[in-house]
């Protein structure tokens, strides 16, 4: 397990200094009670350590024991739960940040990757504005349309699409690509507010529910008054739905990005 990285990532993503120490304490016990986290994630992600760590209210009420190894003093839900947002995290670190390298199983995984990158190294000066006008957001989403098509040409980008207009659905994506008539990518441009992601990843996913889909939230400055820690647990939900909505047929990524800084 590589601990200085883990913590040199939490803190480049926010965290706080009292909830880095926490968070490293709590996956120095999850390594001692399971042995290697890095061997094991590349076992099978700990997903099957994260099963184990789910421990319901009906498991309380019955007073079951925990099927996680973990010994617990006191309230054994919580501790649960902490224990296992700890393991997410390490999880999404290891996948996406761990030494700037990523174990691809697919093709689409690995475009999903190169995607997320080509997004966080976007650059554009009105970015560095504190406030943008609807104008400037509109000139933005252009540019990094012009952006995606010259760095991804194999891609047929849009931008501004109405889903069904048939059927008078009528929400329009920001930009989207389409590799083949399975495979499609959507850029959603947002403020860094937290209703704002969810009501826009919640429909889109919806409407795209039968395909292989890459989902990248791009937030861009709103007034400097980002909750970065909001945003932070929104991206890390939309992530966990997306994983859970994979299956053998289908495979879904999603990343969070604030245009203009470090990736988060």
């Not at 997410?88 to 697919?106: A, G, P, V, W």
């Not at 008078?168 to 690509?177: A, P, Q």
Request: charged share 30%; hydrophobic share 30%; aromatic share 10%.
């Amino acid at each position: 397990m590589k601990l200085k990285e883990f913590k040199k990532w939490l803190e480049e993503n926010g965290y706080r200094t009292n909830t880095i120490n926490s968070r490293l304490s709590n996956i120095k016990t999850i390594e001692d009670s399971y042995g290697d986290l890095d061997a094991l994630m590349l076992k099978d992600g700990c997903r099957s350590i994260i099963n184990e760590l789910n421990y319901t209210t009906d498991d309380e009420y019955f007073n079951r024991a925990p099927r996680h190894k973990i010994l617990i003093n006191g309230n054994i839900r919580n501790g649960s739960a902490t224990y296992k947002q700890a393991l997410k995290l390490y999880q999404q670190f290891y996948e996406y940040n761990l030494n700037n390298k990523t174990i691809y199983n697919t093709e689409f995984e690995k475009e999903a990757n190169i995607i997320f990158d080509k997004i966080s190294n976007f650059e554009h000066s009105l970015l560095k504005k504190k406030k943008l006008t609807r104008q400037e957001i509109g000139i933005i989403q252009s540019d990094l349309l012009k952006y995606l098509s010259d760095k991804l040409p194999h891609i047929h980008w849009e931008e501004e699409k109405i889903y069904d207009e048939i059927n008078k659905i009528r929400d329009r994506v920001d930009i989207i690509g389409n590799i083949d008539e399975n495979h499609c990518i959507i850029v959603e441009l947002d403020p860094p507010r937290a209703d704002s992601i969810s009501k826009k990843f919640v429909s889109r996913v919806a409407l795209y529910s039968e395909m292989n889909l890459i989902y990248v939230t791009a937030c861009y400055p709103n007034n400097n008054v980002e909750n970065i820690k909001e945003c932070n647990k929104y991206f890390n939900y939309c992530d966990s739905i997306i994983r859970g909505l994979r299956d053998t047929n289908l495979e879904k990524y999603y990343k969070g990005i604030y245009l203009g800084k470090k990736v988060l």
